[in-house]
């Protein structure tokens, strides 16, 4: 437990002086998606890797954020700061109502439900011309304000964006730790076994549904303000596979596993520009590949394969020094 | 043309989509009765069919009937290969890794699709001839009445192979029970295969007799997968009927929301549809409930 918040002291350390390595430039912009993605994998993380239930529809609850945040600033100017708060109750209350009979089900159907409810809300987005702008997108989103000070440059973003993903990873850690986390993992091993100790298993799947969708929102509503431009293709049904790769890849039910898997994801693009269209493949490998070998994810594959590397190095020290 | 001609055409139009969306839930429905899998690459088989067709007809110039068996030929190869390749060497498969993997077998299978082919779509010709017909007030074209001709024969032959088979014997044996199928020697990794070798046979057969209707592109799996599914759902995940049924009753709702109501908002119903079933029924339209064994 107190190796979790030192981890997460050095972590805040190390996301603090990061931008002096960069000095701006390309690379700042990506980290800011890196953090965005982190807060999504993370808010995901809660669900799937704690709760042990999956959504595969999670770009919606991001794209409502987005959305809600830019058409109440960009159309109906109002204060972003307000939008984001009414952009993440309204999402709060939607995901609430939606969970109970979503979470309802389970392994293949929840997967298949909340892939479907992603497609609808996808669909809205598209459709919704006159509100949303439709496929060609929604333009004029302001940035954030604090006093005299405007949230428009990459190291300002930077910043704005850390702060809420480290806030959230906090958030996160402390939760796990708690007796709701014990009880979400009690869930996932096994829900019968939880509710006959007395956990309400029901109601604790919809609230961490429900506190999923709301980071998601909130992450949602900051990259409306950072990005000032959003379209539907950023929330369709192909974000929401790679948040739930994200989390997966990093390792279930680690805070810091969905970083990794959040930067690995939104450093592989930028790797693979060179490769232009292969990105998709070698995406769609690596899912598979890491789902077969190791299905621990990077924060547990990666010291296990260092283990069996320096096992396997000392092992044929023992068998020189013998020969 | 007045508003009973309209209504016929949109049931004509429905029916043959949700031909296409039976046969592509029956392969869903296969899988998962076989082996307890929702094979979410299922899609990619359909756009594998079209596909292939294309490119063996077009720049391979084979004649079209050949094209279409090599097609069907090569997706089924491709589809036991990845069942062979990935989900065989599984060792602890959860619910949650298989639905990974084949979403990743779907992400890789729709990438190379695109390397190799483009990201054009492109148009089959029809089997025979363009010339509409009439029925009823109503046009149709003979491509329909393929598409009508060839589910149903591809139904019979399902339900022949399923009830009169050994190996159809076998595969339904392993959807009641996998352990007691293998205690009576049925080898069950085998039936696995090729469950998923004929629910890519259906799926490209599937996705050949569309590709004239509607045209073929590498990404056009996703939504017909998922349709596919819809249509496994609403018959309740059962390899005969009840997926058929499901898959025109989804058909003509699509075709008549989209008629009636708005064209833009067509896919949403299908989802809308399968959202509403999961919540109240979730074990189908056509079948019992279960009650949950732990």
């Known amino acids: 437990m107190k190796r979790d918040y030192l981890l997460f002291l050095l972590f805040t350390l190390i996301v603090l002086v990061a931008p002096a390595a960069f000095k701006g430039g390309y690379l700042l912009n ?11 994998a993370v808010a995901l993380n809660l669900l799937l890797g704690f709760a042990g239930q999956i959504s595969l529809g999670h770009a919606a609850f991001f794209g409502l954020g987005a959305y809600i945040s830019g058409i109440l600033t960009a159309t109906h100017g109002l204060n972003p700061w307000l939008t984001m708060l009414i952009a993440a109750v309204v999402v709060g209350i939607l995901a609430f109502v939606l969970g109970f009979p979503i979470l309802k089900l389970k392994g293949h159907y929840l997967a298949m439900a909340t892939l479907g409810f992603g497609i609808i809300i996808y669909i809205v987005f598209n459709e919704t011309v006159d509100t949303t702008g439709g496929p060609s997108g929604l333009t004029g989103i302001p940035n954030l304000k604090l006093g005299s000070l405007t949230f428009d440059g990459d190291m300002k973003n930077y910043y704005l964006i850390w702060v809420f993903t480290l806030v959230t990873m906090l958030l996160s850690i402390n939760l796990a730790h708690s007796r709701i986390g014990r009880a979400l993992r009690a869930i996932h091993d096994s829900e019968v076994a939880s509710r006959v ?8 799947k919809v609230q961490v549904f429900t506190l999923s969708a709301i ?20 929330f369709g049904f192909n974000f929401s596979v790679e948040l739930v790769t994200m989390v997966i890849i990093g390792g279930l039910g680690s805070i810091f596993g969905s970083f990794l898997g959040a930067a690995l994801l939104t450093l592989l693009p930028e790797m693979l520009r060179v490769v232009q ?3 998709i493949v070698v995406y769609g490998l690596l899912l598979i590949l890491m789902t077969m070998f190791m299905p621990g994810g990077l924060v547990r594959g990666i010291p296990a394969a260092a283990l069996a590397l320096l096992a396997k190095m000392s092992g044929e020290k023992v068998r020189n020094a013998e020969g | 043309m007045d508003l009973f001609q309209q209504l016929t055409q949109y049931a004509f139009s429905g029916l043959s989509t949700g031909a296409i969306y039976a046969l592509i839930g029956l392969g869903f429905a296969i899988i998962y009765n076989a082996t307890g899998i929702i094979n979410f690459a299922q899609g990619e088989f359909v756009m594998l069919g079209g596909m292939l067709t294309y490119f ?5 110039k084979f004649p079209f009937p050949v094209a279409m068996t090599a097609a069907v030929l090569v997706s089924t190869a491709a589809g036991a290969t990845f069942e062979r390749l990935t989900i065989r ?4 498969p959860t619910p949650l890794s298989l639905v990974i993997i084949t979403i990743g077998g779907s992400i890789f299978i729709r990438g190379i699709a695109m390397l190799i082919w483009g990201k054009d779509t492109h148009a089959l010709p029809p089997f025979s001839g363009n010339e509409p017909l009439t029925i009823a007030g109503a046009t149709i074209l003979p491509q329909n009445l393929w598409i009508f001709g060839i589910t149903v024969l591809v139904i019979a032959v399902n339900k022949f192979f399923f009830y009169y088979t050994i190996n159809g014997k076998a595969m339904r044996a392993c959807s009641y029970n996998r352990t007691a199928a293998s205690l009576v020697g ?25 590709a004239p209707l509607t045209m073929t592109a590498y990404d056009v799996g996703i939504m017909l997968g998922l349709k596919g599914f819809c249509a496994a759902i609403i018959g309740g995940m059962s390899s005969g009927i009840g997926t058929v049924l499901g898959g025109l009753l989804l058909g003509l709702l699509e075709s008549f929301g989209a008629g009636l109501i708005s064209s833009g908002y067509k896919d949403a119903i ?19 409930a279960q009650t949950e064994r732990v």
């Open chain 1, 197 to 204: 100790m007395g956990v309400n298993a029901r109601l604790l």
């Open chain 2, 56 to 60: 063996f007809l077009t720049v391979l």
């Open chain 2, 186 to 210: 049925i080898d069950v990794r085998r039936m696995v295969l090729l469950s998923f070798a004929i629910s890519s046979t259906l799926g490209s057969m599937a996705g050949i007799i569309i």
């Open chain 2, 89 to 92: 060497p599984l060792k602890k």
């Open chain 1, 30 to 40: 990506v980290l800011v998606f890196m953090g965005i993605n982190t807060m999504l």
């Open chain 2, 270 to 288: 299908a989802f809308i549809i399968l959202l509403l079933i999961l919540f109240i029924r979730p074990q189908g339209l056509f079948s019992k």
């Open chain 1, 215 to 234: 980071i998601s929102a909130v992450a949602g509503s900051l990259y409306a303000h950072t990005m000032t431009f959003i379209s539907p293709a950023s």
């Open chain 1, 277 to 279: 269209d292969y990105d």
